[in-house]
C-alpha cells in the first residue's frame, strides 16, 4: 500500500471517530447557537497550529457571525520559524502562566457565552487556564483535543490538570499518539499528521449544525458566501453585513470591560 493510501485509509478512521460523536457536536452546536441568539459571541481559542481551527470556524466561506477568534499572534506566528517572532518563543509562551487570564481581560465575559478551547495534547498552560477561567464566570466550554495523544501526554502544569479537566463537553480530532499518522521505511520518526484533518471536520460538523438551529429560531446567519455561487452583488451584501454584525457582537465584549472590577 502506497503511503498516501495509508493516509487516507488513517483518515477514514477519524472519520468513523468524529462519526461516533454526532450527540456530543449536537450539544455543542446547542450551547453555541443559544449564545448567539442572545447576541453573545462563542470565544474560540488555540495556541501553536491550533489557530487553524479557529480561523477554519470564522471568519472564511461558509461561516458566519457569532464567534470571537482570539488568536495571539505570540503564539502562534510559526512562518519566521527562528529569529524574532521565532517558534522557540512562541512554544514557551504557550506555557506561561498567568498570559491567558491577561488575554480574557480584554473582555467582559458573560455566563451567557460560551467557549471553544483547541489544544491536541490538552496540556499545555494556556489554553488550559483558558478553559478555568471561561468556567469561573459559568461560560460552557468545549474543549477539541485528540485524546489518544491528550491521554498519553504529560500536563505542563504542576497539579496535573489538563484542558478536558475544565471542558463540560469534549470532542476527539480522533489523531493518535503524536498525532503523525504514517511511517516511511527506513525513516525513524513518523510523519504526516491527522488532528488537523480531524479538527477541521468538527469544527465544520458543528458550523453547520449551528447554522441550523439559528435558521429554525428564526435568525438564519449572514453567510459568507463566494460571487460564483450567490452574485456578486449578494456576495459583496454579505461580506459587509457579516462584518458589521461583529463588530456589533465585540462591541458588547469590551463596553463594560473592568466595571466588575471597580464595583
Given at each position: 500500500?502506497?503511503l ?5 485509509e ?5 472519520l ?5 460523536q ?27 497550529h491550533?489557530?487553524?481551527?479557529v480561523e ?11 464567534f ?12 519566521l ?5 521565532g517558534?522557540?518563543q ?6 506561561v ?13 458573560s455566563?451567557q457565552?460560551s467557549?471553544?478551547?483547541?489544544s491536541?495534547s ?8 483558558m478553559?478555568?477561567i471561561c ?6 466550554v468545549?474543549a ?5 495523544h ?25 489523531a493518535p499518539?503524536?498525532d ?6 527506513g525513516?525513524d520518526?513518523p ?12 469544527v ?12 429554525e429560531?428564526?435568525?438564519p446567519?449572514k453567510?459568507?458566501?463566494a460571487?460564483?455561487?450567490v452574485?456578486?452583488?449578494r456576495?459583496?451584501?454579505?461580506f459587509?453585513?457579516a ?7 465585540l462591541a ?7 466595571e466588575?472590577?471597580r464595583?
Amino acid at each position: 500500500m502506497s503511503l498516501t493510501s495509508q493516509y487516507l485509509e488513517r483518515t477514514q478512521a477519524i472519520l468513523a471517530t468524529i462519526e461516533q460523536q454526532e450527540p456530543a457536536i449536537l450539544q455543542a452546536a446547542h450551547w453555541f447557537s443559544q449564545t448567539i441568539l442572545a447576541g453573545r459571541m462563542v470565544h474560540l481559542f488555540g495556541s501553536g497550529h491550533s489557530r487553524i481551527m479557529v480561523e477554519e470556524m470564522w471568519p472564511r466561506y461558509g461561516s458566519f457571525p457569532g464567534f470571537n477568534p482570539i488568536v495571539e499572534l505570540s503564539l502562534s506566528f510559526h512562518n519566521l520559524v527562528v529569529g524574532a517572532n521565532g517558534q522557540r518563543q512562541a512554544m514557551f509562551l504557550e506555557n506561561v502562566s498567568g498570559l491567558a487570564a491577561r488575554i480574557l481581560r480584554n473582555y467582559d465575559l458573560s455566563e451567557q457565552d460560551s467557549a471553544l478551547i483547541i489544544s491536541s495534547s490538552g496540556c499545555n498552560i494556556v489554553p488550559i487556564e483558558m478553559a478555568e477561567i471561561c468556567q469561573q464566570h459559568g461560560i460552557k466550554v468545549v474543549a477539541l483535543i485528540s485524546r489518544q495523544h491528550a491521554e498519553k501526554s504529560t500536563s505542563k502544569r504542576s497539579d496535573g490538570k489538563k484542558l478536558s479537566d475544565f471542558a463540560n463537553l469534549v470532542l476527539d480530532t480522533g489523531a493518535p499518539v503524536g498525532d503523525a499518522m504514517i511511517t516511511v521505511p527506513g525513516l525513524d520518526t513518523p510523519v504526516a499528521p491527522g488532528s488537523t484533518v480531524g479538527g477541521a471536520i468538527l469544527v465544520n460538523c458543528v458550523k453547520a449544525e449551528v447554522a441550523r438551529l439559528l435558521t429554525e429560531a428564526g435568525q438564519p446567519p449572514k453567510v459568507l458566501s463566494a460571487a460564483n455561487v450567490v452574485g456578486a452583488e449578494r456576495a459583496v451584501t454579505l461580506f459587509e453585513s457579516a462584518y458589521d454584525e461583529h463588530a456589533h457582537r465585540l462591541a458588547r465584549l469590551y463596553e463594560r470591560v473592568g466595571e466588575k472590577d471597580r464595583e
